[in-house]
C-alpha cells in the first residue's frame, strides 16, 4: 500500500486526507496479523515527492532540498518504487510501514533558533 507521512504527523489543510491515510496504515498492519504467513501486506510512507504536480502542492514550489529535507532533496517515483521493488521480494517483513521520506522534514522552528 502506498501511504504517506500525512498519515502519521498533522498536515494542516488536509484532515481527511490524512485521516485516510492513517486509516490505510492501520489497515496494512492488520491485514498483515489476519493473512499471515500466506500473505504479507506492508504500507510505504511518502514524504515530500517531486512529481508532475509537485509545484501545485508545495506552494509553488517545484523543489525542496536540505532546508526541509535531511537527504537534501525529494523523494523521487523511482525512490517509492525501489522500495515497493524491495517489499514485492520474498521477504519476512510484513505489518511494517517503510519511510521513504529522506530522514523525515526538519521542523521549520530550527531555523529560528
Not at 486526507?17 to 506492508?42: F, M, Q, S, T
Not at 517489499?87 to 521520506?101: Q, S
Request: aromatic fraction near 6%.
Amino acid at each position: 500500500m502506498i501511504g504517506s507521512v500525512s498519515g502519521a504527523r498533522p498536515s494542516p489543510g488536509t484532515s481527511a486526507y490524512g485521516a485516510a491515510k492513517a486509516g490505510l496504515h492501520h489497515l496494512a498492519r492488520c491485514l498483515a496479523a489476519e493473512w499471515a504467513p500466506r500473505v504479507r501486506v506492508n504500507t510505504v510512507v511518502v514524504g515530500l515527492a517531486a512529481t508532475e504536480e509537485t509545484s501545485g502542492h508545495y506552494g509553488g514550489r517545484s523543489e525542496l532540498g536540505g532546508d526541509a529535507i535531511p537527504a537534501g532533496r525529494m523523494a523521487t517515483p523511482a525512490d517509492v518504487a525501489l522500495a515497493c521493488l524491495w517489499l514485492a521480494a520474498p521477504g519476512y517483513v510484513t505489518g511494517a510501514e517503510v519511510r521513504v521520506d529522506g530522514g523525515g522534514e526538519i521542523p521549520a522552528w530550527r531555523h529560528l533558533i
